[in-house]
Structure formats: C-alpha cells, structure tokens
C-alpha cells in the first residue's frame, strides 16, 4: 500500500537520525506529486501534527536533519501556499533560531524558507511583524541573521510592502549591540533602508536620539 498521512505522521514521530532520513526524502517525494497525496489536508489535526513534529526537525542539533527538515517545510510550503499561514507561528521561532546556526548552508536555508513564506504564504509585513522578536534573540548570529534577512527582503520586494517606521527602532537597538557583526548588519540594513526611502529615514534616526556623526 502506498504511502498516506496517516503513515508519514507516525514516521515523523521517530528518534533515529537514519529513520528521519529516509522518512524525510520519502516525504519530499510524496509532496511532489500532487496525485499521490490526495488525502494531505483531510485531517487537519493530523496535518498539524506533521508540522509541528517538522519543526522539531528544524530545531535538530544534527544539521543534516535540520537542512531536510528545512526542505520538507518548503515543500509543504509549495503545496498549500496560503493555507500554509496557519503554521507561521509553529515554524518561524525555530527558522530564527537556525538563522543563528554554526554552519552557513544551515543560515542560508532558514532564511530562504522565510523568504519562501513572504512570496507565497503570507505578506511581507505580516511575516516581518512576527519575525521582529529575532532583533532581541539570545544568539547574536540570530539578531545578525534578522538584519540580514531585512536586507533580502528589501532587495527582492522593497519598500513599498513593509511598514519601515515599525522596523527601523528595533534596528536602532541593535545599533548598540554588544557584538559588532550584529552592529554592523544593523548599520548595513539601515543603508539599505535609506536607499529605499532617502532622507526620512535620517530624520527618524536624529529624532531616536542616534548622534549625527553615526
């Protein structure tokens, strides 16, 4: 019998690094091909207990799971597209915390995923307004991953979709971060704002108290 629902969110559940493995690539199959699942949002209780068991997945000390547990989520993603707004708050505190992760293709990924939501999940500012926990993050390579990850985001969709005003205070705090790749990922995301949107953004660091020659 072909692999459903009911079979991935028993196997989602396992331990065992192998096991995930190969459930994983199992699972990036099955959502590949629309005609094999027909039955992926009959049950919803069963849908959010995949979800969640995922970003577990994501939150894994080994990488490699981590990195497929990214992939599935994208795949998910692709699949449900703006019925997937539901898990954003399941699965963005684990995507901030993998912006902080050790390894570069990790970071990468996690911040991809997050951009993959603002495209086809949710707006931009939506996502941002849930995201803006990450300046404040425990990690420094987390807080640095959020102003970088604000960056990207003004590279690929601008101003225009996001509420700067509600943006640039959190990169204010972060101007005086006690670690300097954070400080300086603040200051190239606050470059990049004003090249979005010029002089205002000046006149609001001036009114935050930031001294002139900063």
Same mark, same amino acid.
């Given at each position: ?5 009911? %079979? ?9 690094? @192998? ?5 994983g690539?199992e ?8 005609a094999?699942?027909?039955? +992926? ?5 069963? +849908? ?6 995922l ?18 989520? @994208? ?6 597209? @703006?019925?997937?707004? !539901? %898990?954003?708050? &399941?699965? +963005? ?13 990790v ?7 997050? +951009? ?9 500012? %939506? ?9 404040? !993050? ?7 991953g959020v ?6 985001t003004?590279?690929?969709? @601008? ?10 205070? !959190?990169?204010? &705090? ?21 090249? !979005? ?13 930031i001294?002139?020659?900063?």
């Amino acid at each position: 019998e072909p692999a459903g629902m009911d %079979y991935f969110c028993e196997q989602v559940q396992q331990k065992d690094v @192998g096991r995930r493995m190969q459930v994983g690539q199992e699972l990036l199959e099955y959502l590949g091909e629309p005609a094999r699942c027909p039955d +992926l949002e009959q049950d919803q209780q069963r +849908l959010d207990k995949v979800i969640d068991e995922l970003a577990a997945w994501v939150n894994s000390s080994n990488f490699k799971v981590a990195l497929l547990g990214l992939d599935v989520l @994208g795949a998910f993603v692709d699949r449900l597209s @703006g019925r997937f707004k !539901h %898990y954003i708050g &399941t699965v +963005l505190m684990p995507l901030i915390d993998r912006m902080g992760d050790a390894k570069d293709q990790v970071r990468e990924q996690a911040q991809n995923l997050i +951009l993959k939501l603002m495209y086809e999940v949710a707006p931009p500012m %939506y996502i941002w307004e849930r995201l803006a926990v990450g300046f404040k !993050h425990k990690n420094y390579r987390s807080r640095e991953g959020v102003c970088l990850c604000l960056i990207a985001t003004l590279n690929i969709y @601008g101003a225009q979709p996001l509420v700067l005003s509600k943006l640039v205070p !959190h990169l204010c &705090t972060v101007f005086g971060d006690s670690n300097s790749q954070v400080r300086d990922a603040a200051i190239l995301a606050i470059v990049e704002v004003y090249r !979005h949107v010029g002089e205002k953004v000046r006149i609001d660091l001036t009114k935050r108290g930031i001294p002139p020659g900063r």
